[in-house]
T-cell receptor, first 114, second 110 residues
Framework: DVKVTQSSRYLVKRTGEKVFLECVQD?????MFWYRQDPGLGLRLIYF???????EKGDIPEGYSVSREKKERFSLILESASTNQTSMYLC?????????????FGSGTRLTVV | SQQGEEDPQALSIQEGENATMNCSYK?????LQWYRQNSGRGLVHLIL?????REKHSGRLRVTLDTSKKSSSLLITASRAADTASYFC??????????FGGGTRVLVKP
């Protein structure tokens, strides 16, 4: 069964910490995405990547960075965690031709910054 | 904004009834997709309808798309308690990004 795996379901971090959220997909997908989901705001795109070592800013990239050193892995980095980054983080991947195919999502990481 | 907007925000029905939710958007699209999210979990892709299609079916799901009205609807027939979830429409315009709406919360009562 193909899937997207996020390394942690729940994380609690302190303000100012550097936080790494890991996402791995086993489908050989070219595209990978990081979203955050907050009540009343829906899903908002943070960063995405079309290929290894490539990254593009989404709608809300401030306070985040990403790394894609290998095709299957896309990491989201919170450089200095703040309480307003408490959220559900969702990773997704897709084939390059998104006209015909949807996204496959991971189960999410619920991050709490205290 | 390209974001899809779902209506209603919440829906409560009895098991066996049909559930209908709508999605409106503001720009030209390549395709429109519907996803389901069970509480606290990731999203699951349900169905994709391309801009040149008007209707698609998948099991108990029926999706329509009216590009002239910039709207889509998702119908779940003969609902079950397991259909309780949030449902999101997602817009694919140019490029490979999807833009999601705020979702419709569906509660199916046994």
């Amino acid at each position: 069964d193909v899937k997207v795996t996020q390394s942690s379901r729940y994380l609690v971090k302190r303000t100012g910490e550097k936080v790494f959220l890991e996402c791995v997909q086993d489908m050989d997908h070219e595209n990978m995405f990081w979203y955050r989901q907050d009540p009343g705001l829906g899903l908002r795109l943070i960063y995405f990547s079309y290929d290894v070592k490539m990254k593009e800013k989404g709608d809300i990239p401030e306070g985040y960075s990403v790394s894609r050193e290998k095709k299957e892995r896309f990491s989201l980095i919170l450089e200095s965690a703040s309480t307003n980054q408490t959220s559900m983080y969702l990773c997704a991947s897709s084939l390059s031709d998104t006209f015909f195919y949807g996204y496959t999502f991971g189960s999410g990481t619920r991050l709490t910054v205290v | 904004s390209q974001q899809g907007e779902e209506d209603p925000q919440a829906l409560s029905i009895q098991e066996g009834e049909n559930a209908t939710m709508n999605c409106s958007y503001k720009t030209s699209i390549n395709n429109l997709q519907w996803y389901r999210q069970n509480s606290g979990r990731g999203l699951v892709h349900l169905i994709l309808i391309r801009s040149n299609e008007r209707e698609k079916h998948s099991g108990r799901l029926r999706v329509t798309l009216d590009t002239s009205k910039k709207s889509s609807s998702l119908l779940i027939t003969a609902s079950r308690a397991a259909d309780t979830a949030s449902y999101f429409c997602a817009i694919k315009a140019a490029g490979n990004k999807l833009t999601f709406g705020g979702g419709t919360r569906v509660l199916v009562k046994p």
